[in-house]
Nanobody, 116 residues
């Protein structure tokens, strides 16, 4: 059974940094695409960044220049380094994994709150 467990969320002041982690189990991580999404309060879930099976990365405009997605295939873990955080980055952050059969799995989410 595939499990994704996010961690690293919390409360931070504007301008600060956080590093989110998502540890995967029950799946061949190295052949999976994995990304981060977020859901701000009262809004729909939105895409933040993706690391493809080949290691290419893509970012939403809101994340470009401030967030960095990286993966450690040996640890079955993906990270999201978030710098220069803004109050509008406040959201529940989810990781999403797509395996080689293109089946999608979601983590339970981790709360990020940025105070002004």
């Amino acid at each position: 059974q595939v499990q994704l467990v996010e961690s690293g969320g919390g409360l931070v002041q504007a301008g600060g940094s956080l590093r989110l982690s998502c540890a995967a189990s029950g799946v061949t991580f190295s052949t999976s695409a994995i990304g981060w999404y977020r859901q701000p309060p009262g809004k729909q879930r939105e895409w933040v960044a993706t690391s493809s099976r080949g290691g290419n990365t893509n970012y939403a405009d809101a994340a470009k220049g401030r967030f960095t997605i990286s993966r450690d295939n040996a640890k079955n873990t993906v990270y999201l380094q978030m710098n220069s955080l803004k109050p509008e980055d406040t959201a529940v952050y989810y990781c999403r994994l797509e395996d080689w059969l293109r089946r999608a799995y979601w983590g339970q989410g981790t709360q990020v709150t940025v105070s002004s």
